[in-house]
């Protein structure tokens, strides 16, 4: 158990379409990442928030964006889905108090058909 | 920037023998090394971290690591092999981009044989 829990766990859309995918993060946490795994390879970093501001971006296009909310919460927002946006997508969490750790959630299976 | 290297995507071994999954890292800036194991249908577990303090680092479930500067590696070792070993390896640096953001490798999927 890392105390990071995401929602949905599986999902399809239809390519084209906008899909927001949520994270809680550990308690005390005021850092969180997104990264999107494709099958069969390793997690790609999309972009991470630190209290609430984004600090840091992977090469991905601006239909992915994200927020981060007071209680460091986050969500992912992806627009004009496309097939190979179907993947793993991890949040992970960490903190002044995680010890350089980086915790990850179980992740949302996107679906684009 | 960061990059990391797996070499062999595919590691087979019987059930107790050594397990030896290779990392090499390409780092700007002093790194910060990790080994995340994946099970199936699941997200990322931390095995071992290396923040710049004792070399040989060890990790939950026997596995260890070894972070050589001269050669850029920081492979994962584990002396006898379990079934419940199987899994995808992932060798992990941070820096970079971002406070925490990884690079991560490839992965390595191990395989136990009985």
């Known amino acids: 158990e890392t105390g990071v829990t995401q929602s949905p766990t599986h999902l399809i859309k239809t390519r084209g379409q906008q899909v927001t995918l949520r994270c809680s993060s550990q308690s005390g946490h005021n850092t969180v990442s997104w990264y999107q795994q494709a099958l069969g390879q390793g997690p790609q970093f999309i972009f991470q928030?630190?209290?609430?501001?984004?600090?840091g971006r992977g090469n991905f296009p601006p239909r992915f964006s994200g927020l981060q909310f007071p209680n460091y919460s986050s969500e992912l927002n992806v627009n004009a889905l496309e097939l190979d946006d179907s993947a793993l997508y991890l949040c992970?969490?960490?903190?002044?108090?995680?010890?350089?750790?980086?915790?990850f959630g179980e992740g949302s299976w996107l679906t684009v058909v | 920037a960061q990059s990391v290297t797996q070499l062999g995507s595919h590691v087979s071994v019987s059930e107790g023998a050594l397990v030896l999954l290779r990392c090499n890292y390409s780092?700007?800036?002093?790194?910060?090394l990790f080994w995340y194991v994946q099970y199936p249908n699941q997200g990322l577990q931390l095995l071992l971290k290396?923040?710049?303090?004792?070399?040989l680092v060890k990790g939950i479930n026997g596995f260890e690591a070894e972070f050589k500067k001269s050669e850029t590696s920081f492979h994962l070792t584990k002396p006898s092999a379990h079934m419940s070993d199987a899994a995808e390896y992932f060798c992990?640096?941070?820096?970079?981009?971002?406070?925490?953001?990884?690079?991560f490798g490839s992965g390595t999927r191990l395989q136990v044989q009985p």
């Open positions: 928030y630190y209290r609430e501001e984004e600090n």
């Open positions: 290396y923040t710049s303090a004792a070399t």
């Open positions: 992970a969490s960490s903190g002044d108090t995680s010890g350089n750790t980086i915790y």
């Open positions: 992990a640096v941070s820096g970079g981009t971002g406070r925490r953001a990884l690079t």
């Open positions: 780092s700007s800036v002093p790194p910060y």
